[in-house]
């Protein structure tokens, strides 16, 4: 028979991978090696414990898709769409506030540059000689 592997062993009989784990670590439901010492069960051993599983659920090709179903009504679209549009007036009035903060920092370096260059400058450094005059 097949090998399959345990996420796809819990799709077919419909339990959950820890529900095949616990199985497998009782020893109840025996394993054999993968690719890559991969655990892999085979279909007999799962028919063997379960009985009959279910053949895997094949998708439609796009193509043979004729209907289209809406799962979330249009209010709950509105209401996030709402949220969404407050969210982003928000950053705006937050990115706006940093801008003019960042404007005010240029200002304050600017002014701290320019005062820099007014200074007055040093006055010539005195000499040992001229220091008893």
Do not use: Y
């Amino acid at each position: 028979m097949a090998k399959v592997s345990i996420s796809e062993a819990a799709r077919l009989t419909g339990k959950s991978r820890t529900t095949l784990h616990r199985l497998i670590k009782t020893g109840e439901l025996s394993t054999c090696a993968g690719a890559r010492n991969s655990k892999m069960l085979d279909t007999s051993e799962l028919i063997r414990v379960f009985g009959d599983i279910s053949s895997p659920v094949h998708e439609q090709p796009f193509e043979q898709a004729t209907e289209q179903r809406v799962t979330v009504p249009p209010a709950h679209n509105e209401q996030v769409v709402n949220s969404l549009k407050q969210e982003i007036e928000h950053l705006r009035t937050l990115v706006s506030a940093q801008e003019s903060h960042i404007d005010s920092l240029k200002q304050s370096l600017h002014l701290l540059e320019h005062k820099k260059d007014v200074q007055q400058p040093l006055p010539p450094p005195v000499r040992w000689w001229q220091f008893w005059k």
